[in-house]
């Protein structure tokens, strides 16, 4: 209780040669304006950074992510960084590069054969971007190592067929008898 009449005090120094009720009163009148404007300039000020705030996430949304073009890299005033892939399944790529939120640009180098690609990335996401080929060489490891799924095929049938005639063999062995 005793804290609670304590936040609803306060001082008012007035110098006055005469106090008067009107005294008091203006001196109120001008204590409360003021604490008015205070609030009205807190409320101002939050929602000038509330604004500020919804400003930079906009900025951050027109801001291009992922696969893109050089110029537009270019743009965003980082110093770019490349590295040379030679594969044909760049899509892969591309599915690892959205998972670590790499922006990047790709060019194809026609000129040799096979082709390859150019993989042009911002240098502060070198880091990141290493990563992320970890991660893409080692399912294109794996892809190499998997027998395709046609060719497992084939011994399954290879292996059904092989088993019927033993089958049939044997029933025409067991007839005989």
Known sequence: MQE???DKTFNLCVQATKMTARTLMAAMTKYLSAKDNEKQAEKNGKAQERGRAKE???QEARKPKGKQTIKKLQEQGAELTNIQITDKNIKSFDRVARKYGIDYSLKKDASTDPPRYMVFFKAK???VMEAAFRE???KTVLKTKKPSIRKKLSKAIHRVNHRQRQ??????KDQER
């Not at 089958?167 to 025409?172: A, E, L, M, P, Y």
Request: proline share 0%; charged share 45%; no cysteine.
């Open 167 to 172: 089958r049939t063999r044997q029933r025409g």
């Open 125 to 127: 996401d070198v880091k």
């Open 136 to 138: 893409y060489t080692g």
């Open 56 to 58: 930079k996430q906009k």
């Open 4 to 6: 609670e009449v304590n």
